[in-house]
């Protein structure tokens, strides 16, 4: 590997210039006072191994890896975190000066830092969880959610037989319920979290009945444009203690900067001020 004076990093995808994490890896780099670059990379599906192989001859020491690359980007990888393998997919890669690829996931500990900020006082044994939605980000969800310790996890998803594939995967403490029906499945739970992209700008509204939820649950959005979503606008009505879900894209970075760049960011207001200004 050809050794640089500043050390690169940069995200691959496609589509990728959508994404916001130039906007904070640039921010945390300038403020750390490292000379390093963060680049956004749009790649085909065809030119991804070619990519992944040669950008740490190039002077990378890692990427994230977005839409649609991040389960191909696992399986490309010699090194697998269990929480990537666990998930099924890689969202950051780091490259070893041994020349091995090392894969990880970090949407799942984005989402608990989150969790965990905006919500100090919810346990995992407080009672169920409930999630909407089964496509990446839900996989995160769930599997930090069982890593965490809650008992039961009621989960709902347009297409059942995805939720149902969750669940013969992840075990029977995930409990799956009707798209129909998702209303009813929110008694008694102390979270809810929508890992849907129903909500979403330019998507349609995210339309599941939230009478029956108590205002002791906290109620998480993994949408963050528009930052407060209509579901986050009725929790809050109830009386829910609600979270964003920019702090889950901020927090998920963390992990990975350190690795690439040797220090850890911190997460706090000004951070958010630099992507919502994105
Ligand atoms: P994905 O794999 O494409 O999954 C999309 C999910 O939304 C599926 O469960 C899908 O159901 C459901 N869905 C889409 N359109 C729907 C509709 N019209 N009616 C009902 N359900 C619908 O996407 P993803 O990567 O999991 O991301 C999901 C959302 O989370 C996105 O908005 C993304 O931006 C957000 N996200 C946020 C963060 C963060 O850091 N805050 C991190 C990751 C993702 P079907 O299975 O039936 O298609």
Redesign the pocket.
Known sequence: MTEQPFPLAGVIGQPVAHSRSPALHGFWLKRAGIRGYYIPMEVSQADLEQAIRTLPKLGFVGVNVT?PHKERALALADVVTDRAALIGAANTLIFRRDGKIHADNT?GY?FMENLRLGAPSWRPEAGPAAVL??????R?VLASLLDAGVGEIRLS???RA?AEALRAEFGSRVRVFD?VQAGNMLEGVKLLAN????G?TG??ELRVPLDALEQDAVVTD???TPLDTPLLQKARKIGCTTID??G??IH?AVPAFERWFGARPEVDGETRKVLLNA
Not at 133 to 138: H, L, Y
Not at 195 to 198: D, E, K, M, R
């Open positions: 839409i949407d984005g939605g089964a496509g990446g980000a839900a995160a998803n347009r297409t995805r798209w890992a849907t992209s129903l979403m998507k349609p993994l949408v963050y879900g920019l889950m894209l998920q």
